[in-house]
């Protein structure tokens, strides 16, 4: 373990210095070690909050205004520790303590409970057709569920250390871990994508252009497009778990976990696309969405 600590504080030491983030606003006050953030069609914002992994029934979910006011500090409340979150038409999926939880939305009326074989179930998402994909991150490996419920190891072993963060963009599973992959659901191959010293992910997120966002656990936010067009946010406050990206508001937000709070982040989509074009075309499309 002592080595593996050593490798991780190493490659952390070749991660370039974080530009000062431009800080919307930070929330605070009844947050109990907020996990996720989850930007919702309305602009509103869920946050999952874990108030004690060990303790069944504290756990719950806040929502947040677009500004970043409280409207409902328990929208949801009875939780054990939840975590990952995904929206898919009118389906709010939450991981809890290896199961996933489903809701309507709105309403948050609870609909279904599915018990996963997982250790650790931490992350979620869900496919266009409805597949749910859930990193089990003590298991190294990522569960698919489908429709009928019937779950199996995508690519049938675990090859995946620390898997956490997870994101689907049509046949395109990405999850982040020890490193950050990329895995093409039409053949199942898997490819190790970014620098070295990207580790420990905890959030991924895909912003219009195909830039992903990235947030190592504690770290600050990475906009990751080739190795040679990044961005790095940073500044005091911001240390990440997984964070959300609400699209119609420019803002990528951050939970901070023990510290309470959710900041959100100003970002400037058309900044990095330009520093990534290629004869007038994305590259970061190229790379991610194609």
Not at 29 to 52: A, I, R, W
Not at 91 to 98: E, G, M, Q, T
Not at 170 to 186: E, F, I, N, P, Q
Not at 187 to 197: F, K, R, Y
């Amino acid at each position: 373990m002592s080595i593996l600590i050593a490798v991780i504080t190493a490659l952390a030491m070749l991660q370039p210095e974080p530009a000062p983030a431009g800080v919307a606003w930070v929330a605070s006050g009844g947050f109990c070690e907020p996990e996720t953030v989850l930007p919702l069609p309305d602009d509103t914002l869920l946050v999952s909050n874990v108030c004690d992994f060990q303790e069944s029934g504290n756990g719950f979910l806040t929502l947040l205004a677009a500004d970043g006011s409280v409207i409902d500090w328990k929208i949801v409340a009875a939780l054990d520790a939840p975590l990952g979150m995904a929206l898919r038409g009118d389906r709010l999926y939450l991981i809890d303590r290896n199961r996933v939880k489903i809701f309507a939305w709105p309403g948050y009326e609870h609909l279904e409970t599915i018990d996963l074989d997982t250790q650790v179930a931490n992350d979620i998402a869900v496919s266009r057709n409805g597949t749910i994909y859930v990193s089990d991150t003590a298991g190294n490996q990522v569960l698919e569920v489908g429709t009928d419920r019937a779950q199996s190891v995508l690519t049938g072993k675990p090859q995946f250390q620390g898997a956490n963060g997870i994101h689907v963009n049509g046949d395109a599973l990405y999850l982040g871990g020890s490193r950050l992959w990329r895995v093409d659901l039409k053949n199942l191959s898997v490819t190790t994508i970014g620098p070295e010293w990207l580790t420990d992910i905890d959030g991924i997120e895909m912003e219009r252009n195909g830039t992903l966002q990235i947030t190592p656990v504690g770290g600050p936010l990475v906009r990751f497009c080739t190795d040679d067009s990044l961005e790095i946010l940073g500044g005091e406050g911001i240390s990440s778990a997984n964070h959300g990206y609400a699209e119609n508001l420019n803002l990528a937000l951050i939970p901070t976990g023990f510290d309470n709070t959710v900041v959100a982040i100003r970002i400037n989509e058309t900044g990095l696309l330009q520093a990534a074009t290629v004869n007038s075309i994305p590259s970061c499309l190229q790379t991610f969405i194609e």
